[in-house]
């Protein structure tokens, strides 16, 4: 296992979940779930909206698979409109998070390439 040497656990633990066709509000709810679910992850959520300039078109944060907390949410997370997620990592770990997506969101479509050690999964999530 290698270690990334700044978060004290293995890297191949972590996976990115980068989000598309979606506005600020729906990213940070998965995210913020994401945290919940993940405690500790290196999530860099969209802050408060600054400017008027365009939003980006990919919403990026990475989570430590191995954190899982335990914790129930409160409510069931709402999301304004689908939200296309693309999950990358070692197999496991995406798995992991895949798994924890499909008990949050509504998963319309899935789509999964495996490669020698790594995982690429792209769900689209809607609310339940």
Do not use: I, Y
């Not at 656990?9 to 972590?14: K, N, Q, W």
């Not at 939003?55 to 689908?82: C, I, K, N, Q, Y």
């Not at 924890?100 to 899935?110: I, Y």
């Amino acid at each position: 296992m290698e270690n990334n040497g700044t978060n004290n656990h293995p890297s191949d633990c972590d996976v990115t979940v980068q989000l598309s066709d979606c506005d600020r509000e729906d990213a940070q709810t998965v995210f913020a779930t994401l945290d919940h679910v993940f405690a500790g992850g290196e999530s860099s959520a969209p802050g408060p909206r600054t400017g008027h300039g365009a939003e980006p078109t990919v919403w990026m944060a990475t989570f430590d698979s191995s954190a899982r907390s335990g914790d129930d949410l409160p409510d069931p997370p709402r999301l304004a409109s689908p939200v296309q997620a693309l999950l990358t990592g070692d197999q496991h770990a995406v798995s992991e998070v895949e798994k924890a997506l499909g008990q949050l969101f509504d998963v319309r479509s899935s789509e999964s390439v495996a490669g020698e050690h790594e995982k690429e999964a792209r769900l689209l999530l809607a609310s339940r």
